[in-house]
């Protein structure tokens, strides 16, 4: 546990060498950045470590990175130099808040570097890829860093996430597996206290009838706060959907009926449930406990999708704690702290934090040269972590800005000017800052495609998205109904009685619109693309057995019967945009009070958060991104999972502000249900957590480093592999195998560079297998190959400097060793296992 230890100091250290920074970036927020600390220096520190040694000034190595943290200190010592007065104030009147949120780190952090270690496996999924990607940045010289998986190749990726746990793996002495481990611990814990600080701040301003009695002169919250922020990381990274609550039921045989004659057991509600597993009778005897081979994964398999042949086809809606009990260290999951650190920046620009004016070109914008900078390069970070966050963090960011001047100065034509200059000049900067990404950077992404058949039924979004559906919806009533007074200001004189109130007209106008329009836009992309890719079109219908009309005709019934998905978003859409634009005719007035100021704008940044996420969970409706997979898997489950992100802080925030306004019976129905909820919520995490961890009684005993499973499991391999780590950089020649398998192995324990990896990986990075030419063919014949001279040329083409022959080799190859033993040296030797050099 010594690497845990290290880890935890190094970020507890950067997080106090950033917060500096930090307190003079975000001054609009109640915590001042505090709790965002770790994350922006983190992000600033990988930033200028890769840039250096991307641009030649630094090298890969532990002295690249102290000297981008040397220029981090420098920032953070500049930024608090006007501010000193104010920082010491804030340390000394703050105090709680900074005890809560470093034992809420130190305990996020401990507690699922507790669960990795009691099942630290990084066998299967993607973790063998990104291990590869960790060890082959450790391996590399210089960046753009080395694909390990394609010999002569930098990696085509968004490996931004993997250069921070590679750096991080440096500093402290950690190797590739345990990092890979205690990073996802890390994303964890930066995951919940990023959470704590934007409820925090948001009910720092919501609690309108205690700001005038409780807030001091140091404008501190209510004491209250502290507590119901908390909803945050539990609503975002421990509440799951309904899917376990499903499995409670059906392991338990509820709603199964037994035919006294077969003995079969049948059921109408499970059959129309349609969640393939669940569909079949239970195990007896019926338990309370969910036992059935991987039930967990199900959960991350709500939506079923059926082509107009009754095909099936998966569909991935994974949420965060699926993410964290699979253990898997992908793009979306390293993202998770900085898409919060993005909401938190659109937050203090929403509430005016960056207050300032940039003048270019005529145009004039009115922010501050550091939150435009920070801003680009916290959104330019973002595509390089998980290129899909970009669009989710730039819309949030601008429209906080383009609502902020509306708030400021009304709605008017110059809030167009306002959306187009700051989101223009926002991607060409966090373009050019990450300008060498971009250079090696190829995707498998090819347009937009219209999804005609595979519409969501309503029962599968309510158990994907209940859990938050609910408290979303009791909150949107609650504003609905009137008992929470929104538009406090409407009661001032100076306000006239139409201000303030919710919009319906524009909100049924926009809910119902927008659905419409992507309704309608899917038809023209069909149309669009019968004329350009008109073969395509017909092999497709073909494929399904039906004309065009046909086609429209029976994807259109099936949109209309399973229309529940959209009158539940639409139900959302509604009230949310009737609320979010109540004003939109006129500002929000400066003579209002403070209290109903403040109360108007936390509200109102949350509408905005409802409307984006619904708005990402309606786009899969109806359009999907192209890519190799050809139907809205990978769409639904990137932009679900973004979704996720906003409606968890959404659903913790109605939960804390209607624990706070409710009064009577209202407030008594809501716990009993909101109980139920978190209740339902949180079996999936703890009946997950037991399955993965046996109980938490792993077999061989607690660790971090999953190279421990190798060396008692193959130690001959092991040995292997340690001294490849010892070795000159090369290539080596290994088995090549399909992905999701034990192929590759050594180039994903070494960092070296292997021929090939998992071709279908390398094919979904550049969109194209053209790359990796025969390369597969040529590795196969190069160790069953007779002759010397044809074995020569392979190595000579593939610059191969390491040969590799172990039990995989031999066992999925006819290996003919003896031209090696004739013509090369052997290297390493033990067991089955054999490695021989090139000259």
């Not at 930024?79 to 470093?102: A, Q």
């Not at 046909?550 to 019934?557: G, Y």
Request: net charge neutral; glycine share 8%; hydrophobic share 50%.
């Amino acid at each position: 546990m010594t690497a845990f230890f290290t880890w935890y100091i190094i970020l507890t250290l950067l997080g106090w060498l950033t917060f500096p920074l930090a307190f003079y970036l975000f001054p609009a927020l109640t915590d001042r950045g505090y709790t965002l600390a770790r994350t922006a220096g983190l992000l600033i520190w990988g930033y200028l470590f890769w840039l250096l040694a991307s641009l030649g000034i630094a090298q890969n190595d532990l002295g690249g990175i102290l000297l981008a943290l040397a220029i981090l200190i420098a920032l953070s010592v500049w930024s608090i130099s006007s501010l000193k007065s104010l920082f010491t104030n804030y340390l000394r009147t703050h105090s709680r808040l900074i005890l809560t949120t470093e034992i809420l780190f130190f305990a996020a952090f401990a507690f699922l570097a507790f669960v990795r270690s009691a099942n630290p496996e990084l066998t299967s999924t993607e973790k063998p890829m990104e291990l590869a990607f960790i060890n082959g940045i450790l391996r590399s010289p210089v960046f753009p860093p080395q694909d390990p998986w394609l010999s002569g190749y930098a990696i085509s990726y968004y490996y931004f996430g993997y250069v921070m746990t590679a750096m991080l793996a440096r500093i402290s002495a950690a190797n590739g597996s345990t990092a890979h481990n205690l990073m996802t611990a890390l994303i964890f814990a930066l995951g919940a206290i990023g959470s704590y600080g934007i409820l925090y701040s948001l009910l720092s301003r919501a609690d309108h009838k205690r700001q005038t009695i409780d807030h001091d002169e140091n404008n501190r919250p209510p004491s209250t706060v502290h507590g119901l922020a908390l909803l945050g990381p539990l609503f975002l990274l421990l509440i799951s959907n309904f899917e376990a609550l499903l499995e409670v039921l059906h392991r338990r045989g509820l709603f199964w009926i037994k035919d006294p004659i077969t003995g079969e057991f049948t059921s109408s509600f499970w059959s129309w449930m349609d969640m393939k597993e669940l569909s079949q009778p239970p195990m007896q005897p019926f338990g309370w406990i969910p036992d059935r081979y991987l039930w967990w994964w199900r959960a991350s398999r709500v939506i079923q999708d059926y082509d107009m042949t009754g095909s099936f086809r998966e569909v991935i809606d994974e949420f965060p704690f699926f993410s964290f009990l699979l253990g898997d260290l992908h793009p979306h999951v390293l993202a998770i702290p900085f898409g919060l650190l993005a909401i938190s920046a659109a937050l203090n620009l929403f509430l005016g934090g960056w207050r300032g004016c940039i003048e270019l070109f005529g145009a004039r914008l009115r922010v501050s040269y550091a939150g435009f900078l920070f801003s680009a390069l916290l959104i330019g970070g973002l595509a390089f972590l998980n290129t899909w966050d970009i669009l989710v963090a730039a819309t949030l960011i601008v429209a906080s800005y383009v609502i902020w001047r509306a708030n400021d100065d009304g709605w008017n034509w110059n809030r167009l000017e306002d959306l187009f200059l700051l989101g223009l000049l926002l991607g060409i900067l966090s373009v050019l800052l990450y300008f060498p990404f971009y250079l090696g950077f190829s995707s498998q992404a090819g347009g937009i495609l219209p999804n005609f058949m595979y519409p969501t039924r309503g029962i599968h979004l309510w158990v994907m998205w209940g859990t938050l559906l609910i408290p979303i919806f009791a909150y949107l009533i609650h504003l609905s109904s009137g008992v929470q007074q929104l538009a406090a200001a409407q009661a001032n004189s100076e306000l006239s009685d139409s201000r303030g109130k919710p919009n319906w007209k524009l909100g049924y106008s926009l809910g119902l619109g927008l659905p419409f329009l992507l309704f309608l836009l899917t038809f023209f992309i069909g149309w669009v693309i019968s004329f350009l890719e008109k073969d395509i079109v017909i092999n497709f219908l073909a494929s399904q057995g039906m004309t065009a009309s046909q086609f429209v005709r029976a994807t259109s019934l099936r949109r209309l019967a399973y229309i529940g998905s959209l009158i539940t978003l639409g139900a959302i859409l509604i009230p949310a945009l009737a609320f979010l634009f109540h004003n939109y005719a006129s500002r929000i007035t400066h003579h209002a009070s403070i209290s109903n100021r403040k109360l108007k704008i936390a509200n109102q940044f949350v509408l905005l958060l409802i409307t984006l996420g619904a708005l990402l969970i309606l786009a899969p409706e109806f359009v999907f991104l192209r890519d190799q997979f050809g139907y809205r898997i990978n769409t639904v489950f990137k932009f679900y999972y973004q979704a996720w992100m906003l409606w968890g802080l959404v659903a913790a925030f109605a939960v804390a502000y209607l624990l706070q306004n409710l009064r009577g019976a209202k407030n008594i129905i809501f716990r009993v249900l909101i109980g139920l909820v978190i209740f339902s919520g949180l079996l999936y995490p703890t009946f997950g957590l037991l399955t993965k961890t046996n109980n938490f009684k792993p077999v061989f005993g607690y660790t971090l480093d999953d190279f421990e499973r190798v060396k008692r499991e193959n130690p001959d391999e092991a040995a292997a592999i340690d001294f490849l780590l010892t070795v000159p950089n090369g290539v080596v020649a290994e088995a090549i195998g399909d992905g999701y398998s034990g192929y590759a192995r050594i180039s994903m324990w070494t960092g070296l560079q292997t021929v090939l990896g998992w071709p279908g990986h390398e094919a979904q990075w550049r969109g194209t297998y053209e790359p990796q030419g025969s390369r597969r063919e040529d590795i196969k014949k190069l160790y069953t190959t007779v002759r010397w001279e044809e074995a020569q040329l392979i190595i000579k083409q593939y610059n191969i400097r390491y040969i590799y022959i172990g039990t995989l080799e031999r066992v999925s190859m006819s290996v003919n060793e003896e031209k090696f033993q004739s013509y090369l040296k052997p290297v390493f030797q033990q067991g089955s296992v054999v490695i021989y050099e090139a000259p």
